[in-house]
């Protein structure tokens, strides 16, 4: 299994890459790694933040695709009807850009820290944009320490 951290300010997640079910898009995904950039709060799609990444052409098909992820799953989205970004649910969502209901790849489950998880995505709601990033990580590591 390989293990992804995602580092949020202090909140560091700990996540699985679902390798079983989108197999390209881990690939994809892992040749991105480091991969820093901001996560802002969706517009349309309920309780996730989301990392633009514009006109990013990822070369990848719908694989494990969802439009509803749960707490703690994460997407991405490979372009097409709306710019290719990741989404990162952290309560009730329904993917969805202002042209409607998106599906994207799950490809990635943050695996410890769904509560902190909640509470970041209330921080960027009421506080603004924070710094993201990704990298090859650690399982043992706990969400909120550094």
């Not at 006109?55 to 490979?78: C, D, K, R, S, V």
């Not at 952290?90 to 599906?103: D, I, R, V």
Request: charge should be negative.
């Amino acid at each position: 299994m390989t293990d992804i951290r995602i580092t949020v300010g202090e909140d560091v997640f700990p996540a699985r890459l679902e390798t079983g079910m989108a197999p390209a898009t881990c690939a994809a995904f892992l040749r991105m790694l480091p991969y820093g950039n901001r996560i802002i709060h969706v517009r349309w799609s309920g309780e996730a933040c989301w990392i633009p990444m514009g006109n990013f052409q990822t070369g990848l098909a719908m694989e494990n695709a969802t439009a509803y992820p749960a707490p703690g799953e994460i997407l991405l989205y490979p372009g097409g009807v709306s710019e290719t970004e990741i989404l990162i649910a952290y309560g009730p969502t329904h993917f969805a850009s202002k042209a409607g209901t998106l599906a994207g790849n799950h490809f990635l489950t943050i695996t410890d820290g769904k509560d902190a998880l909640a509470a970041l995505g209330r921080r960027v709601l009421w506080e603004g944009a924070r710094d993201v990033l990704f990298e090859m990580g650690d399982q043992r590591r706990q969400a909120g320490a550094v």
